[in-house]
């Protein structure tokens, strides 16, 4: 049997778009919050304007995981 005192940090990387639909919140002023439909659009418009100006752009997202789960099992 694993006991496991401390939540496990999980960390993804990669195309903003395949990070943001793994992603259910996100952090305002140190605030978790739902990541709505209005905030994926406001993501994606702002990478799509960048992108246009040629910046490579990379997401990221963590979450803690306080028990055992497979990769398929996480969302961000």
């Given amino acids: 049997m694993r006991v496991?005192?401390?939540?496990?940090?999980?960390?993804?990387?990669?195309?903003?778009t395949e990070v943001l639909a793994r992603c259910t919140w996100h952090l305002k002023n140190d605030e978790h919050l739902v990541l709505t439909e209005e905030d994926r659009l406001r993501i994606e418009t702002?990478?799509?304007?960048?992108?246009?100006?040629?910046?490579?752009?990379?997401?990221?997202?963590?979450?803690?995981?306080?028990?055992?789960?497979t990769e398929s099992d996480l969302h961000i």
């Fill in 46 to 69: 702002e990478n799509a304007r960048m992108a246009g100006e040629a910046l490579r752009i990379l997401g990221a997202a963590y979450r803690l995981v306080a028990e055992e789960k």
């Fill in 4 to 16: 496991r005192s401390l939540p496990l940090f999980v960390a993804e990387k990669g195309s903003p």
